[in-house]
C-alpha cells in the first residue's frame, strides 16, 4: 500500500502560481512512476503530468505544457508541481497519482485549485 496525500492548494488569481505537493508513505517510492490529474466540475478527471521512477522523462498534458512543472525528490518521498501562468480552466481538484507498468494504482485525496478571473 501507497499513501499519497496532496497540499498546497488554494484560491489565487488569474496569471499567479502555486505549488502543490504529495506526500507518500508505505511502500517504496521510487519503484512507482508518479502523476498529477484533475477533475473539474462535470467533467472527467484527466492527466495532467507524470514523471519516471528515476525523475527523468516528464510528461504533460498539451494544456499546461509550459506552464507547469514536475518533479519529484526520492530521498523525501515527495513529488510536485509547480504552476504558473495559471488560467480559470485550470480550476479543479488536483489528484497525485502512483503508477505502475503505466497502471494507475493509487490515489491521493486530492487537492483543490482554484483560478479567479
Known amino acids: 500500500q501507497v499513501q499519497l496525500v496532496e497540499s498546497g492548494g488554494g484560491l489565487v488569481q488569474t496569471g499567479g502560481s502555486l505549488r502543490l505537493s504529495c506526500a507518500a508513505s508505505?511502500?517504496?517510492?521510487?519503484?512507482?512512476?508518479m502523476g498529477w490529474y484533475r477533475q473539474a466540475p462535470g467533467k472527467e478527471r484527466e492527466f495532467v503530468a507524470r514523471?519516471?521512477?528515476?525523475?527523468?522523462?516528464?510528461s504533460y498534458a498539451d494544456s499546461v505544457k509550459g506552464r507547469f512543472t514536475i518533479s519529484r525528490d526520492n530521498a523525501k518521498n515527495t513529488v510536485s508541481l509547480q504552476m504558473n501562468g495559471l488560467k480559470p480552466e485550470d480550476t479543479a481538484i488536483y489528484y497525485c497519482?502512483?503508477?505502475?507498468?503505466?497502471?494507475?494504482?493509487?490515489w491521493g485525496q486530492g487537492t483543490q485549485v482554484t483560478v479567479s478571473s
Open positions: 497519482n502512483a503508477a505502475v507498468a503505466g497502471i494507475n494504482v493509487y
Open positions: 508505505g511502500r517504496t517510492f521510487s519503484d512507482y512512476d
Open positions: 514523471i519516471r521512477w528515476r525523475g527523468d522523462s516528464p
